[in-house]
């Protein structure tokens, strides 16, 4: 095999550093956000409320999780 049919180029160890960091820093949030999504529906269900409105706020949190989130921990009846 020539040098120009070689298809295989090795990866300088520096340019691999800022993959992983990038692979830890994805992982790190998309954990955080699944952990806060359980969460939030725990947190629906363990609250007193008739079936109607937790299916309501479930929902809610399903189907529009960034603003269901929010809104569960802001206006939460107590």
């Not at 299916?55 to 399903?62: A, G």
């Not at 960034?66 to 569960?72: C, E, M, S, T």
Request: charged content about 10%; some cysteine; glycine content about 6%.
């Amino acid at each position: 095999m020539t040098e120009q049919g070689n298809l295989l180029h090795p990866i300088a160890a520096a340019d691999l550093a800022p993959t992983l960091t990038g692979i830890a820093f994805w992982t790190v949030l998309i954990a955080a956000y699944v952990a806060l999504f359980v969460a939030t529906i725990v947190s629906v269900c363990r609250t007193p409320l008739d079936a109607r409105a937790r299916t309501r706020w479930i929902w809610l949190v399903v189907l529009a999780p960034g603003i269901g989130i929010v809104l569960w921990f802001v206006k939460r009846p107590s």
